[in-house]
């Protein structure tokens, strides 16, 4: 990347394995494209190199491709399918307003994740339910008051 007009590789910072480094396969396994439905947020610096690979005015990347082929859960985790006798449920949250990130605007999202992907059923043989929480981001579904209510609701507690 270019940080005060010189160029500096850094590998640590990178999806990919680079450089000796690995430092985020846990952010790395649940990529997905999904370019084809919403798009490339055009409006970032460097976002067609960040994004399909190569070098760009600021920074170089090797592009989200390379990253799934690195390590990501998504595809076989779809192809390997939930059996039937475990009923899922899926849980999206609708406000994109993630403080100190760049929200995911192309798409309706929490944020970070686009509600069509949350509330994908691909490879899942048994759903019990879906809900959109519309009142939460990214983070909040993990204590907002209505999707605790609704996990509480598919589990059936008091």
């Known amino acids: 990347m270019t940080c005060y007009g010189t160029y500096t590789a850094h590998p ?11 430092d985020y396969p846990g952010q790395r396994q649940m990529l997905a494209r999904w370019d084809s ?23 170089a990347g090797d592009g989200i491709q390379k990253a799934l082929d690195s390590g990501s859960l998504v595809a076989p985790l779809r192809r390997a399918g939930v059996p039937a006798s475990v009923t899922t449920y ?15 605007n192309r798409g309706p999202s929490d944020g970070v994740v686009f509600i ?37 609701a598919w589990l059936a507690l008091p």
């Not at 994109?96 to 760049?102: H, R, T």
């Not at 019990?128 to 983070?139: E, I, P, R, S, Y």
């Open 12 to 22: 640590e910072y990178s999806m990919t394995p680079s450089g000796g480094y690995d």
């Open 37 to 59: 439905v919403y798009g490339v947020d055009q409006t970032a610096q460097d976002w067609y190199t960040t994004y399909y690979g190569g070098q760009g005015f600021y920074t």
């Open 90 to 104: 899926l849980l999206a949250g609708a406000t994109p307003n993630v403080i100190g990130i760049v929200n995911e």
């Open 116 to 152: 069509s992907s949350a509330l994908d059923t691909t490879g899942i043989a048994t759903v019990g339910g879906t809900a959109t929480v519309t009142d939460a981001n990214h983070l909040e579904l993990g204590w907002n008051s209505t999707s605790a209510a609704q996990v509480a």
